[in-house]
Each structure stands twice: as structure tokens, then as C-alpha cells.
């Protein structure tokens, strides 16, 4: 019997996580997660309810009540349906600032733990081979230069109708890193042991193939 494997996929925006990270559970089979919504739902629903971003009490209280159902692709939070509503600009603007706060992570990360408890997932994020499950058998880090995760976003804008300023997108993925970088907890950095792949200039298909590689050698050579 074929162990059910955990596999975290790190790496900052544009990286190409959510992409890869869901063809790979296709191809193998196993249950994807993608933490990042989380974070979404939760800034997503907070500008909703009008609340104050920085009134971290309150977020914190949203983050306890809020049921997020990850359906993938689809993403519920309280039963509605926001799946395109949590890429929105103002949600990706505001959503670095709602995860730096300590109770909204504590929060976050005990569903994510939860999720992966019988193992069987691909889960992506930031600090999922650091901090959400460092016992995970296969960590990954995937990075690509800046200019090529923005220009990865611009298309990807473009393609679903919206429009799209690739200096506004450089500014925004750029400060969006640094302040998931230079957080206080868990801040976004691949684990001691995770494989770095610098997917610069690699299609989706290569990447795909380099992680599922790296499983086969994981579950054929054991430890
Ligand atoms: O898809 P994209 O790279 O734009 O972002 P995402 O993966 O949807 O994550 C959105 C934001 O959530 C990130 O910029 C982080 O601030 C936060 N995040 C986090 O702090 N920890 C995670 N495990 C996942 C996301
Ligand atoms: O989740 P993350 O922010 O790391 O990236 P993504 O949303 O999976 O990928 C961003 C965009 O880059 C998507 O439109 C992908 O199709 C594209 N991509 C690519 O062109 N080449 C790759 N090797 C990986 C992703």
C-alpha cells in the first residue's frame, strides 16, 4: 500500500504555486489546499462588514466565526460564493496585512492542520513547510524572477477580461513579498529542507513533471 503522501508548496506570488499545486493532486490523486484563499476569505469578509482593517481584535473575530469551505476551485465563506470575489484588487491589496496578525494565523493554520491530518494533500501557501506541517514529505519552494511573475500575472489578468497595469502589478506583488517576508510570524521563507526550484523560463508541464519526480524518488527510495 502507497503511503498517502503530504506535500507543501511554498513560494512568493506569481511563483505559480496554485497552478502547479493542483495538477499535481490531480495526477496523483490527492486532496489540494490552497491556504492562500483562507487568507483571502478572511480579508474578504472583513471589508464586507465595513470593519476597521487595523482594529486587529476585531479581524481576529471574524477569523474565529467564519466557516471557509474550499471546494476546488470554488471557495465559500459562510455558505456564499466567492471564488472570483477573493482575487479581487481590493481583497489582494488589503489580504498581506490581515495575515500578518497572530490569532487570525492560529486560526487559519488549525483548520489547515486539520485538513491534512490524515495526509493525502498538496497544500500551498507560505509557511507550510516551515511552520503548518514541517513534518511534510515533500517540500518544495518554488521562485521565478519578479519580472516574470509579473508578467505570469499580467497575462493571467488579461486572459480573465480584466485590465491590467504591469507597473501598478510590480509595485503591488513587490511590497506584497516584502511584507510576507519581513513578518514577525511565520513569515514567508522555504524550510531548511525543502527542494528550491527557480521555475524562471520553465512551462507549467516541466514544473509539474520536476514535482512529481521528486515523489516518486520520496516514496520509491523511503527515508
Ligand atoms: O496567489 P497569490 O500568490 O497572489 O496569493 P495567495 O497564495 O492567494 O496568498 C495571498 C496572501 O495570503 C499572501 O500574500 C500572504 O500574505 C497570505 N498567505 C499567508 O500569509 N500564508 C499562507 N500560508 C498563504 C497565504
Ligand atoms: O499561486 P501562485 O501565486 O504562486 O501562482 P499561480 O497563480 O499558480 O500562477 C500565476 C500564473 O502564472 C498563472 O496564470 C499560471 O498559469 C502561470 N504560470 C506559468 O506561466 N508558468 C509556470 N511555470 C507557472 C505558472
Same mark, same amino acid.
Given at each position: 500500500?502507497?503511503?498517502?503522501?503530504?506535500?507543501?508548496?511554498?513560494?512568493?506570488?506569481?511563483?505559480?504555486?496554485?497552478?502547479?499545486? +493542483?495538477?499535481?493532486?490531480?495526477?496523483?490523486? /490527492?486532496?489540494?489546499?490552497?491556504?492562500?484563499?483562507?487568507? +483571502?476569505?478572511?480579508?474578504?469578509?472583513?471589508?464586507?462588514?465595513?470593519?476597521? /482593517?487595523?482594529?486587529?481584535?476585531?479581524?481576529?473575530?471574524?477569523?474565529?466565526?467564519?466557516?471557509?469551505? /474550499?471546494?476546488?476551485?470554488?471557495?465559500?465563506?459562510?455558505?456564499?460564493?466567492?471564488?472570483?470575489?477573493?482575487?479581487?484588487?481590493?481583497?489582494?491589496?488589503?489580504?498581506?496585512?490581515?495575515?500578518?496578525?497572530?490569532?487570525?494565523?492560529?486560526?487559519?493554520?488549525?483548520?489547515? =492542520?486539520? /485538513?491534512?491530518?490524515?495526509?493525502?494533500?498538496?497544500?500551498?501557501? +507560505?509557511?507550510?513547510?516551515?511552520?503548518?506541517?514541517?513534518?511534510?514529505?515533500?517540500?518544495?519552494?518554488?521562485?521565478?524572477?519578479?519580472?516574470?511573475?509579473?508578467? +505570469?500575472?499580467?497575462?493571467?489578468?488579461?486572459?480573465?477580461?480584466?485590465?491590467?497595469?504591469?507597473?501598478?502589478?510590480?509595485?503591488?506583488?513587490?511590497?506584497?513579498?516584502?511584507?510576507?517576508?519581513?513578518?514577525?510570524?511565520?513569515?514567508? =521563507?522555504?524550510?531548511?529542507?525543502?527542494?528550491?526550484?527557480?521555475?524562471?523560463? =520553465?512551462?507549467?508541464?516541466?514544473?509539474?513533471?520536476?514535482?512529481?519526480?521528486?515523489? =516518486?524518488?520520496?516514496?520509491?527510495?523511503?527515508?
Amino acid at each position: 500500500e502507497m503511503k498517502r503522501l503530504t506535500i507543501a508548496i511554498d513560494g512568493p506570488a506569481g511563483a505559480g504555486k496554485s497552478t502547479v499545486a +493542483r495538477r499535481v493532486a490531480e495526477e496523483m490523486g /490527492l486532496l489540494y489546499v490552497d491556504t492562500g484563499a483562507m487568507y +483571502r476569505a478572511i480579508t474578504w469578509k472583513a471589508l464586507q462588514s465595513g470593519i476597521d /482593517l487595523s482594529d486587529e481584535q476585531g479581524v481576529a473575530g471574524i477569523a474565529r466565526e467564519t466557516e471557509i469551505e /474550499l471546494n476546488p476551485p470554488e471557495v465559500r465563506v459562510d455558505g456564499i460564493r466567492v471564488t472570483e470575489a477573493i482575487r479581487s484588487p481590493e481583497v489582494t491589496q488589503h489580504v498581506s496585512k490581515v495575515a500578518k496578525m497572530a490569532e487570525v494565523r492560529r486560526v487559519l493554520v488549525e483548520k489547515q =492542520r486539520r /485538513l491534512a491530518r490524515d495526509g493525502g494533500v498538496v497544500m500551498d501557501g +507560505r509557511d507550510i513547510g516551515t511552520h503548518v506541517l514541517p513534518d511534510a514529505d515533500v517540500k518544495v519552494f518554488l521562485t521565478a524572477s519578479l519580472e516574470e511573475r509579473v508578467r +505570469r500575472r499580467h497575462l493571467e489578468m488579461i486572459r480573465r477580461g480584466f485590465s491590467s497595469d504591469p507597473d501598478r502589478l510590480y509595485q503591488e506583488i513587490k511590497q506584497r513579498d516584502e511584507m510576507d517576508e519581513n513578518r514577525s510570524h511565520s513569515p514567508l =521563507r522555504p524550510a531548511a529542507d525543502a527542494v528550491i526550484m527557480d521555475t524562471t523560463g =520553465r512551462s507549467i508541464d516541466e514544473v509539474v513533471s520536476m514535482i512529481l519526480d521528486l515523489c =516518486r524518488t520520496k516514496v520509491s527510495g523511503g527515508e
